[in-house]
């Protein structure tokens, strides 16, 4: 796997919105007060021109552990300008994202807002029938702050609690801000721009600077480039 989820403990959160955004946000604040901002991507980074988008949006799903499908009443039924469903779309962001997870047997929770039902697999493309078969969350407005609380429980074994919350890990203050910017260049040569999330995230996690390559160096699929990356690191 590109991006092992034992290593980059964190939340992605996809969510359409035009249907969802206001409870997402929402979501993210709770989310981020428990686990940390950091270890929640709640939009793919800006992709840069001429880079395949669909590549990019699977780099950074692969950067996570656990999955968050927020799903209003219009999920499933979401139309673009021309009026057909943009879950039919093989380009729809949403769609990617999802597929992405499911493709990489990522778990995937289902957050249902604003009174949404879970899809049927026959309304679902076939890339996210899966999804039809996850066990789901409830998010009600009068029982906002228990129904957050059963989630934040049921990302437990997803999710690294360590140095989480709003302390500040020690392992990034011992090591140079200019250090991890170095490694994270090294590192996108590899993997792309998903790198500088890798390296923020790995800094956080190790007790020296080795640790910290050796961290960086297993987000890299291949033994040989592994090789190159750590001689360029301590070279």
Same mark, same amino acid.
């Given at each position: 796997?590109?991006?092992?989820?034992?290593?980059?403990?964190?939340?992605?959160?996809?969510?359409?919105?035009?249907?969802?955004?206001?409870?997402?946000?929402?979501?993210?604040?709770?989310?981020?007060?428990?686990?940390?901002?950091?270890?929640?991507?709640? @939009?793919?980074?800006? #992709?840069?021109?001429?880079?395949?988008?669909? *590549?990019?949006?699977?780099?950074?799903?692969?950067?996570?552990s656990v999955l968050l499908a927020v799903m209003g009443r219009e999920w499933l039924e979401a139309k673009d300008a021309a009026?057909?469903?943009?879950?039919?779309?093989?380009? @729809?962001?949403?769609?990617?994202?999802?597929?992405?997870?499911?493709?990489?047997?990522i778990p995937v929770i289902p957050v249902l807002v604003r009174g949404a039902k879970m899809p049927l697999a026959e309304q679902l493309p076939d890339d996210l029938k899966?999804?039809?078969?996850?066990?789901?969350?409830?998010?009600?407005?009068?029982?906002?702050?228990?129904?957050?609380?059963?989630?934040?429980?049921?990302?437990?074994?997803?999710?690294?609690?360590?140095?989480?919350?709003?302390?500040?890990?020690?392992?990034?203050?011992?090591?140079?801000?200019?250090?991890?910017?170095?490694?994270?260049?090294?590192?996108?040569?590899?993997?792309?721009?998903?790198?500088?999330?890798?390296? *923020?995230?790995?800094? *956080?996690?190790?007790?020296?600077?080795?640790?910290?390559?050796? #961290?960086?160096?297993?987000?890299?699929?291949?033994?040989?480039?592994?090789?190159?990356?750590?001689?360029?690191?301590?070279?």
């Amino acid at each position: 796997m590109f991006l092992g989820r034992s290593r980059l403990r964190s939340i992605f959160v996809n969510y359409r919105r035009s249907d969802a955004e206001g409870e997402s946000g929402r979501l993210f604040d709770d989310l981020a007060d428990r686990f940390g901002a950091e270890s929640i991507f709640m @939009d793919v980074a800006a #992709i840069e021109p001429g880079r395949d988008f669909r *590549k990019a949006i699977d780099q950074s799903v692969a950067a996570c552990s656990v999955l968050l499908a927020v799903m209003g009443r219009e999920w499933l039924e979401a139309k673009d300008a021309a009026g057909s469903r943009r879950l039919d779309d093989p380009n @729809d962001f949403v769609r990617i994202e999802l597929a992405s997870a499911l493709r990489r047997d990522i778990p995937v929770i289902p957050v249902l807002v604003r009174g949404a039902k879970m899809p049927l697999a026959e309304q679902l493309p076939d890339d996210l029938k899966e999804l039809a078969y996850r066990n789901a969350v409830e998010l009600t407005h009068a029982r906002w702050k228990s129904d957050v609380q059963v989630l934040i429980h049921a990302l437990g074994p997803y999710v690294d609690l360590a140095g989480t919350g709003s302390a500040a890990a020690p392992g990034l203050a011992a090591i140079e801000a200019q250090t991890v910017e170095r490694v994270g260049k090294e590192l996108a040569v590899f993997i792309g721009p998903i790198a500088e999330v890798v390296v *923020k995230r790995a800094a *956080k996690r190790c007790a020296s600077v080795e640790d910290f390559y050796g #961290i960086a160096a297993r987000e890299i699929e291949g033994e040989a480039e592994r090789v190159r990356f750590l001689r360029a690191c301590r070279g």
